[in-house]
């Protein structure tokens, strides 16, 4: 098969690799019909995450069709349309069964924190990701689901992460009627996240950027009122005055480990790799939230030390709140929102582009060229 293959940093190819093999009876072959490009797969990318090896498939958004399933399946067949989440879990252990998917503890022995993502790494299990012709999919009868009648398979596709990802940000928010939501971040996750705020009965959303494309979709995708930190000397203190000088109820980072606006930060954390992740966007998070407020972090940060202004954040009395997203367990309530026409996430893609031309896709997109905010990788199977 056809596969993108990580060969060191910012060195990524297509090449053959062998079509994944069913490993365990609850296994499933899915041959993916379409894939998308992740903020945090540019983590990946550039270096940031440790034992990424070279030969590894990336990619975690991803859908399909079930080419071949293990003798224990059940509950799908050779020939469906399935949306698959980017957590991979058992379903039935400790965390599982609390709902908090995206720990699962039977599916990653290289971590005693996050559990399985395909494509992210051997700190995330060493699993391959669907940016390929084939991906294998365990725990086939806990994690896919059937894409419903009427569901436009880019619409479905975005579920399986940047979508569900940006809801569960706002759901962490726990906002109230009323309340004032910052969103630092108006890539994909970002975007989904101001736009899910009103859902949860915010009053006023605004998003914090520095590239004007971006911006721009906010006001026109989410309808949020708008910043752009590289105008402001200081984007903590036009965030209090914006907000009657209190800060604002709750702060969404969804920026995470690359956060650009301060250069010593950008530079320890994305170039020398001294830190987890640059936490400028957590800290400028922190700062602008009113005291008592929560701030919920959906930027994908580093297993390392960051230098986060934990001190500010107890003597404020915050609420943090974070994970990686339980994908699955958002998909009902979004379906919801879909069919009543309150959201099409396929709005935020620029960018469709065949499997052969990752490489072009992913330089796009770390670059910030040609306008780009999501791109989606089709296979020959589409």
């Not at 399909?64 to 698959?84: C, F, N, W």
């Not at 706002?170 to 009627?177: M, S, T, V, Y």
């Not at 996750?189 to 949860?200: E, I, P, Q, R, T």
């Not at 301060?262 to 320890?268: D, E, P």
């Amino acid at each position: 098969m056809r596969a993108m293959v990580y060969r060191g940093p910012y060195k990524i190819r297509i090449e053959e690799k062998d079509i994944p093999r069913i490993e365990h009876p609850n296994d499933a072959i899915v041959r993916v019909t379409k894939a998308a490009i992740c903020g945090s797969d540019l983590h990946l990318y550039h270096g940031l995450m440790p034992d990424t090896r070279v030969g590894t498939t990336f990619g975690h958004e991803f859908i399909g069709i079930v080419h071949e399933v293990g003798p224990s399946v059940e509950k799908l067949a050779v020939g469906d349309r399935v949306m698959v989440p980017f957590n991979i879990f058992c379903g039935s252990c400790f965390f599982c069964a609390r709902g908090l998917f995206s720990n699962c503890h039977n599916v990653n022995p290289n971590a005693t924190a996050v559990g399985g993502i395909y494509g992210y790494s051997h700190t995330s299990g060493g699993y391959d990701g669907g940016q390929a012709e084939f991906v294998r999919v365990p725990f086939a009868d806990v994690g896919p689901s059937v894409i419903p009648d009427g569901l436009d398979d880019e619409d479905a596709l975005l579920m399986t992460d940047a979508l569900a990802t940006g809801y569960f940000g706002a759901q962490l928010g726990d906002i109230h009627e009323g309340d004032t939501v910052v969103v630092f971040g108006a890539g994909p996750v970002g975007l989904y996240a101001a736009k899910s705020s009103w859902f949860m009965g915010a009053g006023r959303v605004i998003v914090v950027d520095h590239l004007e494309y971006r911006l721009a979709k906010a006001r026109e995708f989410a309808h949020a009122e708008t910043y752009n930190f590289a105008e402001h000397d200081d984007i903590v203190v036009t965030m209090k005055r914006a907000t009657d000088h209190l800060g604002a109820d709750v702060v969404i980072d969804a920026v995470g480990a690359e956060a650009d606006g301060n250069l010593v930060q950008h530079v320890t954390a994305a170039k020398l790799k001294l830190q987890g992740g640059s936490p400028i966007a957590l800290n400028w998070a922190i700062d602008s939230v009113r005291k008592g407020g929560t701030v919920s972090v959906m930027g994908a940060y580093g297993p390392i030390f960051s230098a986060v202004k934990f001190g500010d954040a107890m003597n404020k009395g915050l609420t943090l709140r974070m994970n990686q997203c339980p994908a699955k367990r958002q998909w009902p309530r979004l379906l919801e929102h879909v069919r009543n026409g309150h959201l099409k996430p396929s709005d935020i893609v620029t960018h469709r582009i065949p499997l052969e031309e990752i490489a072009e896709g992913y330089h796009l997109f770390s670059s910030k060229l040609d306008g780009c905010i999501k791109t989606i990788i089709t296979t020959d199977a589409a």
